[in-house]
């Protein structure tokens, strides 16, 4: 398979923004987070809303001595017990390890700053014990910043913005996920719980690209998409996307890639149990991405085919593993052999053709702007001969002329979201 540098350039580009690291940076006392035994749902649907948040009020007393004898620490395993803001019977603690942000405010001060108390590497205050408000911490000018150790947030006109959640729709997220428990680097999950009850669960690639309106190419805006009752998980990717989104090395100028069974399991041994520990589990399971998150998607699902019911790829990089020496191993090939499976597929791309196989490798070759055109119909097609049955377990989309970046992808991904969510 031929391929031109400036879309592998793409793909090695689309989709990298900077993952978000937690405030402190400490691994934790307990290590790594998630896992199997991390007590994961056994199916059904879940309330949504938010999680449960650790059931009883921690005690003041007590989290102020843990954050002096080890501040990243406490918070990090604080992040996943309780999530900051942590509740003490006195109210909903706030925590700052920013010396220059030394105040904070919100709906319960009517956005005047109130200052924090000064601590021994961190300064502290109080929020009152209410739902749905909304806060900030501020410097000595009054300049407001997010929490960034808020577990619930939102976006507004200024930009990222911290909340004590209410039964409304919002973000909330885990750090550091995989810490001791994957031999991949550590992320930052993110999951968009809709309002009311929990019938879909979508793990999505990419995940600092899918919500945050400053993203590349604008992001996803996948929260102004997401249909009723779905929950989204967004997992970030790290510098080793390109690495953990592949099945097999291939050589793009230098040989890269091929750690695609280490992030299957990472997903399928910790952050979906994470997830259900968290939210519980639908019953209605499925992964979703573009380009490189795409192709690992459809890995995913052939690697774990009786834990999903949808995979969604848009633009996916299905030529991988046969850009430089034919390995065999694309997946297109890999679904040829391997025949029906029990999940619906959904495929599409922008581009177009012409389509040719110009170097006799098998896989169909795609130019600049094609947009993986070409290899999307392939794998479409090996899998109608499979035994998929198109508009019931398999779905292709072609946007003619549509770019490989998030614009594109925001623009049509409501469509796999509806497919998704009629199943």
Do not use: K
């Given at each position: 398979m031929k391929i031109h540098a400036s879309l592998l350039l793409a793909a090695l580009l689309c989709a990298c923004g900077d993952s978000e690291s937690s405030g402190g940076g400490g691994e934790g006392a307990t290590g790594g987070r998630g896992g199997a035994g991390a007590g994961a749902s056994n199916g059904g649907?879940?309330?949504?809303?938010?999680?449960?948040?650790?059931?009883?009020?921690?005690?003041?007393?007590?989290?102020?001595?843990?954050?002096r004898a080890d501040r990243d620490a406490t918070l990090l395993d604080e992040s996943y017990v309780h999530g900051w803001p942590v509740a003490v019977?006195?109210?909903?603690?706030?925590?700052?390890?920013?010396?220059?942000?030394?105040?904070?405010?919100?709906?319960?001060?009517?956005?005047?700053?109130?200052?924090?108390?000064?601590?021994?590497?961190?300064?502290?205050?109080l929020l009152p014990a209410e739902p749905a408000q909304r806060y900030k911490l501020a410097d000595g000018a009054g300049t407001f910043a997010a929490d960034p150790w808020a577990r619930a947030y939102?976006?507004?006109d200024f930009g990222e913005i911290s909340l004590v959640p209410g039964p409304e729709a919002h973000l909330?997220?885990?750090?550091?996920?995989?810490?001791?428990?994957?031999?991949?680097?550590?992320?930052?999950?993110?999951v968009w719980l809709p309002e009311g009850r929990v019938t879909h669960v979508l793990f999505v690639h990419d995940g600092q690209n899918l919500f945050d309106p400053e993203a590349i190419w604008g992001g996803?805006?996948?929260?102004?998409?997401?249909?009723?009752?779905?929950?989204?998980?967004?997992?970030?990717?790290?510098?080793a996307r390109m690495?953990?989104?592949?099945?097999?090395?291939?050589?793009?100028?230098?040989?890269?890639?091929?750690?695609?069974?280490?992030?299957?399991?990472?997903?399928?041994?910790?952050?979906?149990?994470?997830?259900?520990?968290?939210?519980?589990?639908?019953?209605?399971?499925?992964?979703?991405g573009s380009s490189l998150g795409g192709l690992i998607s459809l890995h995913i699902g052939l690697t774990y085919p009786d834990r999903y019911d949808f995979i969604a790829s848009l633009s996916g990089t299905l030529g991988?593993?046969?850009?430089?020496?034919?390995?065999?191993?694309?997946?297109?090939?890999?679904?040829?052999?391997?025949g029906l499976q029990p999940f619906t597929v959904y495929l599409d791309s922008g581009g177009d053709g012409p389509c040719a196989?110009?170097?006799?490798?098998?896989?169909?070759?795609?130019?600049?702007?094609?947009?993986?055109?070409?290899?999307?119909?392939?794998?479409?097609?090996?899998?109608?001969?499979?035994?998929?049955?198109?508009?019931?377990?398999?779905?292709?989309?072609?946007?003619?002329?549509?770019?490989?970046?998030e614009q594109a992808w925001a623009d049509r991904v409501f469509r796999p979201l509806g497919i998704f969510a009629a199943m």
């Open positions: 649907s879940s309330d949504g809303g938010t999680s449960d948040g650790g059931g009883a009020p921690t005690d003041l007393d007590d989290l102020l001595a843990r954050l019977e006195e109210g909903l603690v706030v925590v700052s390890t920013d010396p220059t942000l030394s105040s904070f405010g919100g709906d319960f001060s009517e956005w005047a700053p109130v200052a924090l108390t000064a601590d021994e590497g961190f300064s502290w205050g939102a976006y507004d909330e997220r885990f750090f550091e996920v995989g810490a001791g428990a994957s031999s991949l680097e550590p992320r930052t999950v993110r996803w805006r996948l929260d102004e998409s997401a249909p009723a009752g779905m929950m989204l998980v967004g997992i970030d990717n790290t510098a690495d953990e989104y592949t099945q097999v090395p291939d050589d793009i100028g230098e040989v890269v890639g091929g750690l695609g069974d280490e992030y299957a399991a990472l997903v399928e041994e910790v952050v979906r149990p994470l997830v259900a520990d968290q939210y519980g589990e639908p019953a209605v399971v499925g992964t979703m991988w593993g046969s850009i430089g020496a034919h390995t065999g191993e694309t997946l297109i090939e890999r679904y040829e052999a391997a196989d110009t170097d006799g490798d098998g896989i169909q070759d795609d130019g600049d702007g094609s947009d993986n055109y070409c290899e999307t119909v392939q794998m479409r097609d090996v899998l109608a001969a499979d035994g998929w049955v198109f508009d019931e377990t398999l779905f292709h989309w072609h946007e003619p002329g549509a770019e490989h970046n």
